[in-house]
């Protein structure tokens, strides 16, 4: 599997949509439409953070991947949980180890703890 860095975001470690179809191996459009059939299971500032207007302005200025956002009006972040349940969602033959990875590196950067909506951790 490919090791693809996550981008820190407000002190939390984050993925893009395309970053994670890249370690999904699955199509853009594949991760947007699986999260758009279940967006009911996902929480804004715990599983992703979406960025839009002055917020998604600062992020292409301050990000490497300038260029791959030039027209992007609005961007979803993951974070890990989200990512797991994206993973899962996604079922591609890749999705099943990513989703192990991701649990894996969940516990590892983090313990217990689960993410808060302010960037810092609580405890579960």
């Known amino acids: 599997m490919k090791i693809i860095e996550p ?12 970053q994670l179809s890249n370690i999904l ?8 439409r699986n999260f758009q059939r279940n967006k009911d299971r996902y929480e804004e500032g715990k599983h992703f953070i979406l960025l ?3 917020s998604l ?3 292409k200025r301050e990000t490497e991947q300038k260029e791959s956002l030039k027209y992007v009006s609005s961007l979803y972040l ?14 591609s033959e890749d999705s099943w180890e990513v989703w192990e990875a991701l649990k894996e590196e969940l516990h590892k950067i983090y313990g217990r703890q689960m993410f808060s909506t302010d ?3 609580t405890e579960e």
Do not use: M, P, Q
């Open 7 to 18: 981008i820190i975001y407000n002190g939390l470690h984050v993925l893009t949509t395309e």
């Open 52 to 54: 839009t207007g002055e």
């Open 119 to 121: 960037g810092g951790n």
């Open 78 to 91: 993951w974070a890990i949980e989200g990512a797991i349940l994206l993973a899962k969602s996604c079922r």
């Open 25 to 32: 191996k699955v199509e853009k459009s594949t991760v947007n």
């Open 57 to 59: 302005k600062k992020f």
